[in-house]
């Protein structure tokens, strides 16, 4: 069982295409669902009913429970639902196994917004339950706080077949951006940028974002930046 800050609760059907314009729903949490069905009955769970019914009696034997990424600004939005969450999972019966998929070091985004509850959120849960990451960078992150261990599980590939390995011409030298792209990190990657540009002095550089329709904004104030640090 998959829990998700969502609406419905969908039993996964083995073959069918879940999608979401959230890249982390899709890697994380709708391929994993899609390829665990062929072998088990898999819900996608509401967070609400969760709370509701934290045995999640009405699915019949429940094996694990993954607990999905919780995006910052929903964590932020619904504090009092999250907060729920945790006294759930302190209080409830151990029977079944809770795993915390984190794709995002909450902590180091609490000190960026100054918002100190999502450091709370990460190192509570962290202390509750086993938790999963893509990467080792984000495990040795957590480690300190995750007294049931990290693992990593990378990210799967979204397409069912390898494409063709491309090595395009270095001129120019093209960089690209894929994700998100938040006023946060806005900062750190303007300084980083920078100083690749500072390193390619006299190579023509060609940068590319591909990223949600509503940060071109920001995109648009580090393209300002750069311009002004590296006319």
């Known amino acids: 069982m998959f829990i998700l800050h969502s609406e419905t609760a969908i039993r996964v059907e083995p073959g069918v295409l879940y999608t979401s314009p959230v890249a982390s729903h899709r890697l994380r949490t709708y391929i994993p669902a899609c390829g665990l069905a062929s072998r088990a009955p898999v819900w996608l769970m509401p967070l609400k009913h969760f709370l509701d019914d934290p045995q999640c009696a009405r699915c019949g034997k429940v094996r694990a429970i993954v607990l999905t990424k919780f995006p910052s600004g929903d964590l932020l939005a619904f504090r009092t639902l999250f907060e729920e969450l945790l006294r759930v999972l302190e209080t409830r019966s151990p029977d079944t196994l809770v795993i915390a998929d984190f794709t995002d070091n909450l902590a180091a985004l609490a000190d960026a917004l100054g918002a100190p509850f999502l450091r709370e959120f990460q190192q509570r849960l962290s202390r509750l339950c086993p938790l999963v990451t893509p990467c080792e960078a984000l495990a040795s992150a957590l480690k300190a706080d995750a007294t049931h261990g990290v ?57 590319e974002f591909i990223t949600a329709e509503d940060r071109w904004a920001s995109v648009g104030k580090l393209r300002r930046a750069l311009t002004r640090a590296m006319p």
């Open 151 to 207: 693992t990593v599980i990378e990210d799967p590939y979204e397409s069912l077949s390898r494409g063709t390995i491309r090595a395009p011409d270095c001129k120019p030298l093209r960089l690209l951006w894929f994700g998100h792209f938040g006023e946060p990190i806005r900062a750190f990657l303007e300084r980083e940028l920078e100083r690749v540009l500072r390193e390619c002095q006299g190579v023509q550089v060609e940068l």
